[in-house]
């Protein structure tokens, strides 16, 4: 059985990328306008498959039809840590996504994007994102403002007299640290099918908790012994996890969680050295000084899933890309700690300098989530191929 192709839009580090190749789809094109992303692509891709352009000027019928279409639309427009512009905003491309959509006709299609998205003030054009993905053949006037076209979409969505082409759209919450990955990341996918297929999709099922972890801690001390270390008092955790981390040492259940631990920090980085500032283990593992703690940047706990990593508009913010030890030691994640916290490949190479480096990181997609998302979409439409067959 030949494999599942895939087109990849706002591509950025590759984390989504990997995530699907791992998952054994087979990318045709990677797009992305930035420079330093398309380095870090073409390193780790073959030279052919990578388009460095605007998405705006992309030749989607060069590419003809693929089985799958994924990407992470530009996310500052819905940012909680941005302008707020969303629809307004220049940077908002899913209007280009559903482009891509129309023109490519896909079986199935991922799209990532910050929890933002959900807010409230976004209702309606989130609705209007939904409807265009689910009707990508409907003719918008482009003088028309969003809100007169998703009226339209609306209309036809409530009469549902349409014939064209149509998806079954469906979208969920994911934490990243739920699914393996070593750090707190919630984030929006956006999954469609096309609804000539019939298939039946639902969103993957966490299998790792924070129960899990803070039992493996404080309850069974599994956790301590696998590194060999002292467990330390409960004070240098932040309050909310203090109190939980208490409370089950004062009332421990019955029956254990059967989800697995969150992966931590330090269950990513335990076996590389302590960075130094010549890279001396690896050209990505350079120490750098200057991190410090201040309210609402206070680091990562290194026995906890790490925040959020994020890209900033001017360079690194501190307090998401930081460690912090039990003795309250800080320090900046190196570009390999960062990608492990990403769960990237240690061989997968990020260009650019450390800052911009990170920026990509900050931006990316974590692999293993990718990874466990494109598993649920292959494994439908392999189950649809083997029926037709």
């Given at each position: ?52 352009q605007d998405i ?128 707190r990341r919630e ?129 690194v913010p501190g ?71």
């Open positions: 059985m030949t494999e599942l192709s895939c087109l990849e839009l706002f591509a950025g580090a590759g984390g989504l990328a990997k995530g699907l190749e791992l998952a054994g789809i087979k990318h045709i094109a990677l797009v992305e306008q930035n420079k330093f992303a398309c380095q870090t692509l073409r390193q780790n891709y073959d030279d052919q498959l990578v388009y460095e705006q000027d992309f030749n989607f019928q060069h590419i003809g039809h693929v089985d799958i279409i994924s990407g992470g639309p530009p996310c500052q427009p819905f940012s909680l840590g941005g302008k707020h512009g969303g629809n307004t905003d220049k940077r908002d491309m899913f209007p280009q996504a559903c482009r891509a959509i129309r023109l490519c006709t896909p079986q199935a299609f991922i799209f990532e994007n910050v929890k933002g998205l959900l807010r409230k003030s976004f209702a309606n054009y989130f609705e209007y994102i939904l409807l265009r993905l689910t009707y990508p053949n409907i003719e918008l006037n482009g003088s028309e403002g969003w809100e007169q076209s998703f009226k339209k979409l609306s209309d036809i969505n409530a009469r549902q007299n349409y014939s064209g082409v149509k998806y079954d759209v469906k979208f969920c919450l994911l934490n990243a640290a739920d699914f393996g990955v070593p750090q984030r929006v996918f956006i999954v469609g099918f096309r609804s000539d297929l019939n298939v039946q999709w639902s969103c993957p099922n966490s299998s790792y908790s924070l129960d899990g972890l803070l039992q493996s801690q404080f309850i069974t001390h599994d956790y301590w012994g696998r590194h060999e270390i002292t467990n330390p008092k409960l004070g240098y955790l932040d309050g909310r996890t203090q109190a939980k981390a208490q409370h089950l040492r004062e009332n421990p259940p019955l029956l254990l969680s059967k989800l697995q631990p969150w992966k931590t920090v330090r269950d990513a980085i335990a076996d590389l050295p302590a960075p130094d500032m010549d890279g001396c283990y690896a050209p990505e593992h350079i120490y750098r000084d200057g991190a410090r703690s201040y309210p609402g940047h206070t680091g990562s706990y290194i026995d906890l899933p790490a925040k959020a990593l994020k890209a900033g508009d001017h360079g307090g998401e890309n930081m460690i912090r030890y039990s003795d309250d030691r800080l320090r900046y994640f190196t570009v390999l700690e960062a990608k492990r916290i990403q769960t990237f490949p240690d061989d997968y190479r990020i260009m650019g300098s450390w800052t911009e480096a990170m920026r990509q990181l900050g931006n990316a997609v974590p692999v293993l989530l990718g990874q466990t998302l494109a598993h649920s979409i292959v494994k439908v439409l392999t189950c649809k191929r083997l029926a037709v067959a």
